[in-house]
């Protein structure tokens, strides 16, 4: 049996200035760094055997909380990174639908057609993403004993994933909601096609003024 704790990095600075981020490598905010602080008391208790992390910046330091109180090794794994946003990364949210009203169009109502200008399509995260998180359950799997591991990502690809988790493909995206920045997941596997989703997107760690989502106009759908 695997644990699979999966992770949403702390807030950077991507999201105070609610710019599409994509592989650019913000730092993490001062609000992301209470996040982490929070975080990181959240898994004191839990034992974990593997800490897997995107190689972008938010997500290691996110990662390194998690570790703060269990001294592993962490595997960086590029495959868990967040989407190539191509020529939408930089660009504020609210300036996106007049530069590419298209493109936006399918980012809010049509995933499975999105791709920014010279950036990944949604189709390749999916798969990118559900190839390597199946690697990495079958990895801990083939250990032959219960196993326990936290994967830190980010919100899109993790939001891709999710819709696996739902038995689903990319057309199940609207059905999830954002997750707050250092939001957990829990899901448990019998087996790499056998699984159960404990919880999604759970930010019960936080306290209410270090949240992401009810501060943010973004993630309250208002750009």
């Known amino acids: 049996m695997v644990e699979l704790y999966l992770i949403r990095h702390a807030e950077a600075m991507g999201n105070v200035n609610e710019v599409f981020q994509g592989t650019i490598d913000e730092e993490i905010s001062p609000k992301?760094?209470?996040?982490?602080?929070?975080?990181?008391?959240r898994?004191?208790?839990?034992?974990?055997?593997?800490?897997?992390?995107?190689?972008?910046?938010?997500?290691?330091?996110?990662?390194?909380?998690?570790?703060?109180?269990?001294?592993?090794?962490?595997?960086?794994?590029?495959?868990?990174?967040?989407?190539?946003?191509?020529?939408?990364?930089?660009?504020?949210?609210?300036?996106?639908?007049?530069?590419?009203?298209e493109q936006y169009y399918n980012w809010k109502h049509n995933q499975e057609d999105f791709q920014a200008p010279n950036g990944e399509t949604m189709k390749d995260v999916y798969n990118r993403m559900v190839?390597?998180?199946n690697k990495i359950i079958e990895e801990n799997l083939n250990l032959n004993c219960d196993t326990t591991i936290a994967v830190v990502s980010h919100g899109c690809a993790i939001r891709n994933y999710q819709c696996y988790l739902n038995h689903s493909e990319i057309s199940y995206m609207p059905n999830l909601k954002w997750s707050d920045n250092t939001a957990v997941s829990k899901i448990v596997f019998s087996s790499l096609t056998d699984w159960k989703v404990e919880y999604l997107n759970d930010s019960s760690h936080l306290s209410e003024e270090n949240s992401t989502l009810k501060f943010s106009r973004w993630c309250k759908g208002e750009v």
């Open 131 to 133: 190839s390597a998180m």
């Open 43 to 101: 898994f004191i208790d839990i034992k974990l055997d593997k800490i897997y992390t995107s190689p972008l910046i938010r997500a290691v330091k996110t990662a390194r909380m998690v570790n703060y109180y269990h001294g592993l090794d962490l595997i960086r794994n590029p495959d868990i990174a967040e989407i190539n946003g191509g020529d939408f990364e930089g660009k504020k949210w609210s300036d996106l639908p007049n530069l590419y009203p």
């Open 32 to 41: 992301g760094l209470k996040q982490l602080d929070e975080l990181k008391e």
